[in-house]
T-cell receptor
Framework: GNSVTQMEGPVTLSEEAFLTINCTYT??????LFWYVQYPGEGLQLLLK?????DKGSNKGFEATYRKETTSFHLEKGSVQVSDSAVYFC??????????FGTGTSLTVIP | GAVVSQHPSWVICKSGTSVKIECRSL??????MFWYRQFPKQSLMLMAT?????????EQGVEKDKFLINHASLTLSTLTVTSAHPEDSSFYIC???????????????FGPGTRLLVL
């Protein structure tokens, strides 16, 4: 079956700290992988995506690499800001265009 | 581009009444729309997938007679919670995609969600 597992939060970091949010998946076939972000009071927004193995998605200083050998898509950012405080969801899209989401990881960045 | 709206943004209703939630893709034609339910501090749970002009496909455990979905046009899908009860209180989110069209391939664009409170 298809599923996504991401690290549980909440995560609290100081400004300019390094961020890693782990995400692993199980899927049949060759899924596309996504990170979505949900800022307080807003809907989900696509942060980045990767559609095949070894692709690196990047946006707003965040990046994640599609690792087929470890079935992972970890999200990283070198220096977080207060404005990055949000809930981050890892997701996969299977060949049937269905999305499966992780449980979300809440990130709080303190000044 | 790729804006999806939902209306209403929040609604309070009495137990036993029906509530309709609209989901619109404002600047693209969405061949497929998805309805999710999000519980506090939990992930999105896919309820159903609807393709324009055809019946929705419901996920296991989702009552199709309870959650009526209509996708009458390429820009509008509606979710009607029939005979709502307090346990139906939740955050309902729709998303839209258009797998056949350029940059919308493989990506869902989400509405801001509708918070439903059933008293």
């Amino acid at each position: 079956g298809n599923s996504v597992t991401q690290m549980e939060g909440p995560v609290t970091l100081s400004e300019e700290a390094f961020l890693t949010i782990n995400c692993t998946y199980t899927a049949t076939g060759y899924p596309s992988l996504f990170w979505y972000v949900q800022y307080p009071g807003e809907g989900l927004q696509l942060l980045l995506k990767a559609t095949k193995a070894d692709d690196k998605g990047s946006n707003k200083g965040f990046e994640a690499t599609y690792r087929k050998e470890t079935t992972s898509f970890h999200l990283e950012k070198g220096s977080v800001q207060v404005s990055d405080s949000a809930v981050y969801f890892c997701a996969l899209r299977n060949t049937g265009n269905q999305f499966y989401f992780g449980t979300g990881t809440s990130l709080t960045v303190i000044p | 581009g790729a804006v999806v709206s939902q209306h209403p943004s929040w609604v309070i209703c009495k137990s036993g009444t029906s509530v309709k939630i609209e989901c619109r893709s404002l600047d693209f034609q969405a061949t497929t729309m998805f309805w999710y339910r999000q519980f506090p501090k939990q992930s999105l749970m896919l309820m159903a997938t609807s393709n324009e002009g055809s019946k929705a496909t419901y996920e296991q455990g989702v009552e199709k007679d309870k959650f009526l979905i209509n996708h009458a046009s390429l820009t509008l899908s509606t979710l009607t919670v029939t005979s709502a009860h307090p346990e139906d209180s939740s955050f309902y989110i729709c998303s839209a995609s258009s797998p056949q069209v350029g940059r919308f391939q493989e990506t869902q664009y989400f509405g801001p969600g509708t918070r439903l409170l059933v008293l």
